[in-house]
Antibody
Framework: QVQLVESGGGVVQPGRSLRLSCAVS????????MHWARQAPGKGLEWVAF????????YYADSVKGRFTISRDDSKNTLYLQMNSLRVEDTAVYYC???????????????WGQGTTVTVSS | DIVVTQSPDSLAVSLGERATINCKSS????????????LSWYQQKPGQPPKLLIY???TRESGVPDRFSGSGSGTDFTLTISSLQAEDVALYYC?????????FGQGTKLEIK
């Protein structure tokens, strides 16, 4: 069945970097755009980034633009989120999700992973 | 950027009664080229990731009970649960995906009265 499994979360000091991974299975990864979203403790959902099915375009929330980079490796069926210059306010559960109905722009999320927790603290 | 406003923040409804959640966009999310509204609804229960309920504003995701329905067009949208069940207690979010950033509403907490 379709499955997305995030990893790479942990505790990191402000200003440091972390790379999250999302391993997918059960569908043709190279045919789908992919999202990252996050949820701070006790808060609502925040969309973070999106990458086209072929990796040719990426979009970011203003809150992470210039610090985070979304990428993909279709040979490994894996989505990544490189997070640099981390801030306390980046503390959240990070979810990867499949763009359900468009390989390029203009799609929400039809399948979600269970999430990985990132804590930014000194 | 398109701003999304979801209301109410919380809602208490009796079992078997109707629940209605609203989502308003600062700009139309109706694409005139395909006549689709770029809005989805999600349900999130504690400790779980969100679950897609509705996309294109009114298309129910496979497996979602038919008591869930979405309506609206342009800038104003509604998620309706026709007869509230105990298992519907959750947070509900709308999301606009017309153009990046793909903003979520702030969420509505649905409880049993």
């Amino acid at each position: 069945q379709v499955q997305l499994v995030e990893s790479g979360g942990g505790v990191v000091q402000p200003g440091r970097s972390l790379r999250l991974s999302c391993a997918v299975s059960g569908f043709t990864f190279s045919s789908y755009g992919m999202h990252w979203a996050r949820q701070a403790p006790g808060k609502g959902l925040e969309w973070v980034a999106f990458i086209w099915y072929d990796g040719s375009n990426q979009y970011y929330a203003d809150s992470v633009k210039g610090r985070f980079t979304i990428s993909r490796d279709d040979s490994k069926n894996t989505l990544y989120l490189q997070m640099n210059s981390l801030r306390v306010e980046d503390t959240a559960v990070y979810y990867c999700a499949r763009a359900g109905w468009a390989a390029t722009a203009g799609s929400g999320m039809d399948v979600w992973g269970q999430g990985t927790t990132v804590t930014v603290s000194s | 950027d398109i701003v999304v406003t979801q209301s109410p923040d919380s809602l208490a409804v009796s079992l078997g009664e109707r629940a209605t959640i609203n989502c308003k966009s600062s700009r139309s999310v109706l694409n005139s080229s395909n006549n689709k509204n770029y809005l989805s609804w999600y349900q999130q229960k504690p400790g779980q990731p969100p679950k897609l309920l509705i996309y294109w504003a009114s298309t129910r995701e496979s497996g979602v009970p038919d008591r869930f329905s979405g309506s609206g067009s342009g800038t104003d949208f509604t998620l309706t649960i026709s007869s509230l069940q105990a298992e519907d207690v959750a947070l509900y979010y709308c999301q606009l995906y017309y153009s990046a950033p793909y903003t979520f509403g702030q969420g509505t907490k649905l409880e049993i009265k």
